[in-house]
């Protein structure tokens, strides 16, 4: 029996796992991100390389995946301005 907990840890009562492939099965994924504390991760999944060190950037290939972040878990995203300004633009052409 494997034991990711000491006996003086908190253990969580819920939990949900999914393999990568069903994940991208999904017709619609989404994504939610918030907190500072997520920043690196979520910079990760949208704008580093697909990789096995990084599961969640197989989501860059996924036809239809939206991702939610506050300000601070967008902080660390290089291209920030410009996710900002395509949504804008998409949501205006969008009927």
Do not use: R, W
Request: with cysteine; aromatic share 8%; proline share 3%.
């Amino acid at each position: 029996m494997l034991v990711f907990f000491k006996a003086s840890e908190s253990q969580p009562a819920l939990a949900i796992t999914m393999g990568i492939g069903t994940i991208m099965e999904a017709k619609n994924i989404v994504l939610i991100g918030l907190g500072k504390h997520k920043s690196k991760a979520v910079a990760e999944v949208i704008e580093g390389p697909l990789s096995a060190f990084c599961p969640g950037s197989v989501l860059q290939n996924h036809q239809n995946a939206t991702i939610i972040l506050d300000k601070l878990a967008a902080s660390e995203l290089k291209l920030y301005e410009y996710y900002i300004q395509t949504e804008q633009m998409k949501s205006k052409y969008d009927c």
